[in-house]
């Protein structure tokens, strides 16, 4: 197995056990490039809605992509859940391995539903403490799986497009503009999230903030 292709099936593990953690995948949308469609009817900001604004595609292509893209990734769900299960499994047995958890901790982490983790300390299965290492564990590594998630998000998303060219569905011109439109907003997505964290590290620290935290 490939690091990279190992990056990103840990990284879905990471997204299935910290839903468990914190009480709380996806189709390759691309309508903003990452999974999640905005606005009550999913164009709001997209990607795709600029182009049918500017009349680079109409209503029917952008529907035909979202189709597209759909059908791909529910031919991929049954292996993508197994990929989960065998990487949350791995990163379970290494917190087994580090003296980290127990097996019988692992095990009952591996069998809990979502938002289970609060059950298994309440029940003192577990405590705070080994709930924090299970987090931190699945968080680790995370800025190299997010860049192998999109890799694979990419050759999926130009499959997609390649094959709706082919089809007539697309021209050439309209399948470049299509990536080309989603790389752009991903990249404002990234630069928005930076931003946003540089925002939070910084009124963690007191900086322009009055009050306890800020100066006074």
Known sequence: MSSTRKFAITGAAIASVAALAIGGSVAASADDGDGKQRGKDGKGGGALTSLVEDGTLTESDVDAIREA????????????????????????????????????????????????????????????????????????????????????????????LDALVADGTLSQAQADAVDAAIATKQAQKQSQKQERKGKGERGMHGEGKKGKWGQR
């Open 69 to 160: 893209m759909q059908a791909t990734h529910e031919g991929d769900k049954e292996a993508r859940q197994a990929e989960r299960a065998a990487a949350k499994a791995e990163i379970l047995a290494d917190l087994v391995a580090n003296g980290t958890l127990t097996q019988a901790q692992a095990d009952a982490i591996s069998a809990a539903e979502k938002g289970g983790m609060r059950d298994l300390i309440a029940n003192g299965t577990i405590d705070r403490e080994d709930a924090q290492a299970v987090k931190s564990a699945m968080r680790a590594g995370s800025a190299a799986d997010r860049e192998a998630r999109q890799a694979e998000r990419a050759a999926e998303r130009d499959a997609v």
